[in-house]
Nanobody, 115 residues
């Protein structure tokens, strides 16, 4: 099983980034896929969740700015991040969960929002 994130980097406040997570080794379409983030000195928190059937959910701090999406044909999870703020600076992780299956994590990609 592998989750490989990409797309992180340095961006100015107000800018945009698109994160990608390519999954392999499991049936992507049957897993709940999420983006988490962990800022320095803080606990890891859920940012956006893509449930089966197209339902999505967001942390209040990113509603209206971030969009989670998934492509079950290419086994890829995305996170479009717009109007980025310095407080969005964190390592962003891809996560996969399914009932009676082990939970999977990617290695993370660093997003830095700074002028």
């Amino acid at each position: 099983v592998q989750l490989v994130e990409s797309g992180g980097g340095l961006v100015q406040p107000g800018g945009s980034l698109r994160l990608s997570c390519i999954a392999s080794g499991f049936t992507f379409s049957t897993f709940v896929m999420s983006w988490y983030r962990q800022a320095p000195g803080k606990e890891r928190e859920s940012v956006a969740i893509s449930y089966l059937g197209g339902v999505v959910n967001y942390h209040d701090s990113v509603k209206g700015r971030f969009t989670i999406s998934r492509d079950n044909f290419s086994n890829t999870l995305y996170l479009q991040m717009d109007n980025l703020k310095p407080e969005d600076t964190a390592v962003y992780y891809c996560n996969a969960k399914a009932f009676r299956n082990p939970e999977h994590w990617g290695q993370g990609t660093l997003v830095t929002v700074s002028s």
